[in-house]
């Protein structure tokens, strides 16, 4: 067993007989709906706490807090914030034409997500009518500007291009992108544009956006070919493996095949250590809605359910 199958590895000629299926399929994933529930509670609660004519202490506090920072990291923070635009989405459409070459629909991905998320976000503007910080506050510094705050529509936009990216991403990239996003939301507030709760409604909603884009049109589902089967099940300290054939019928986050090994048939089995039906939200709705598992193995991650079934 491995807890890496992304990682490719040189071809190997005898892996196995027959045609092998193509390295990524696009699927729905159940979790994506839980994505989108979460993503409703935490704008639904954010909009509880707005209000139009007065600004809670905490909020105001906080704001000062980031808005009153000094001026130094301004011009860094100002290009970073392009990302929450439409300018921005075509950009990141671009990158990912050139970062993912396999997967050509994440751009389409990308480019719906900003420009939904931008949208969305002008509606609920006009609908909760909040005032910029400019309309409760009288020392805003660095924006004069006046309209509607909530929700913000560059941290909307940066985090609906985020949760549609994030599939076609390793893990590391993906926790860069989600960092870039909350840096936005940061230079929205340091600017004086927005004030914390805008902030974290406009993520909210751009992770709705996102999450609601894959459910709709499915988002890729990494399965490895034979040749990159038997590389990885070769890389281990256990015997070579010769003859891998996949197990025909549908499997849920394992990939199995059957081999030869000294001369002997073996069962080789690979996680995927990036499943996102596995990831920590799965696994507290898990909790909360089984609250005895029995199951434990559900909660486990690809490496101590490795080391687990063995």
Same mark, same amino acid.
């Given at each position: 067993?491995t807890?890496?199958?992304?990682?490719?590895?040189?071809?190997?000629s005898?892996?196995?007989?027959?045609?092998?299926?193509?390295?990524?399929?696009?699927?729905?994933?159940?979790?994506?709906?839980?994505?989108?529930?979460?993503?409703?509670?935490?704008?639904?609660?954010a909009?509880?706490?707005?209000?139009?004519?007065?600004?809670?202490?905490s909020?105001?506090?906080?704001f000062?807090?980031?808005?009153?920072?000094?001026?130094?990291?301004?011009?860094?923070?100002?290009?970073?914030?392009?990302?929450?635009?439409?300018?921005?989405?075509?950009?990141?459409?671009?990158?990912?034409?050139?970062?993912?070459?396999? =997967? /050509?629909?994440?751009? !389409? %991905?990308? *480019?719906? &997500?900003?420009?939904?998320?931008?949208?969305?976000? $002008? @509606?609920?503007?006009?609908?909760?009518?909040?005032?910029?910080?400019?309309?409760?506050?009288?020392?805003?510094?660095?924006f004069?500007?006046?309209?509607?705050?909530?929700v913000?529509?560059?941290?909307?936009?940066?985090?609906?291009?985020?949760?549609?990216?994030?599939?076609?991403?390793?893990?590391?990239?993906?926790?860069?992108?989600?960092?870039?996003?909350?840096?936005?939301?940061?230079?929205?507030?340091?600017?004086?544009?927005?004030?914390?709760?805008?902030?974290?409604?406009?993520?909210?909603?751009?992770?709705?956006?996102?999450?609601?884009?894959?459910?709709?049109?499915?988002?890729? =589902? /990494?399965?490895?070919? !034979? %040749?990159? *089967?038997? &590389?990885?099940?070769r890389?281990?300290?256990?015997? $070579? @493996?010769?003859?891998?054939?996949r197990?025909?019928?549908?499997?849920?986050?394992?990939?199995?095949?059957?081999?030869?090994?000294?001369?002997?048939?073996?069962?080789?089995?690979?996680?995927?250590?990036?499943?996102?039906?596995?990831?920590?939200?799965?696994?507290?709705?898990?909790?909360?809605?089984?609250?005895?598992?029995?199951?434990?193995?559900?909660?486990?991650?690809?490496?101590?359910?490795?080391?687990?079934?063995?």
């Amino acid at each position: 067993m491995t807890d890496t199958v992304r990682t490719p590895q040189l071809p190997v000629s005898s892996a196995g007989s027959g045609p092998a299926p193509p390295p990524s399929s696009h699927r729905r994933h159940p979790g994506d709906a839980l994505r989108i529930a979460a993503g409703a509670t935490v704008l639904a609660v954010a909009l509880l706490a707005v209000q139009r004519d007065r600004l809670s202490t905490s909020e105001g506090d906080l704001f000062r807090l980031v808005n009153h920072l000094p001026s130094q990291a301004s011009p860094v923070l100002v290009v970073v914030m392009q990302i929450g635009t439409l300018a921005g989405t075509t950009g990141a459409a671009a990158v990912m034409l050139v970062v993912a070459r396999r =997967h /050509r629909r994440a751009a !389409l %991905d990308l *480019a719906l &997500a900003g420009t939904v998320a931008w949208c969305a976000s $002008r @509606v609920v503007k006009n609908v909760v009518e909040r005032p910029r910080p400019t309309g409760f506050l009288d020392d805003v510094l660095r924006f004069d500007g006046h309209g509607h705050g909530f929700v913000s529509s560059h941290a909307a936009v940066a985090a609906a291009l985020a949760t549609a990216a994030g599939p076609y991403l390793p893990r590391r990239w993906r926790r860069l992108v989600w960092a870039l996003v909350w840096v936005v939301g940061f230079a929205r507030v340091h600017q004086g544009a927005h004030l914390p709760l805008d902030v974290v409604g406009g993520i909210a909603l751009g992770w709705m956006v996102g999450s609601t884009i894959h459910l709709l049109l499915g988002a890729p =589902h /990494r399965e490895p070919g !034979l %040749d990159e *089967a038997a &590389a990885v099940a070769r890389s281990g300290s256990g015997p $070579r @493996v010769s003859d891998l054939r996949r197990v025909p019928g549908v499997h849920r986050g394992s990939f199995p095949f059957t081999a030869t090994a000294a001369g002997r048939p073996v069962f080789v089995k690979l996680l995927d250590p990036e499943r996102r039906d596995r990831d920590w939200l799965h696994r507290m709705a898990r909790i909360f809605a089984f609250r005895d598992v029995r199951d434990e193995a559900a909660l486990l991650g690809p490496s101590d359910q490795a080391h687990r079934e063995a």
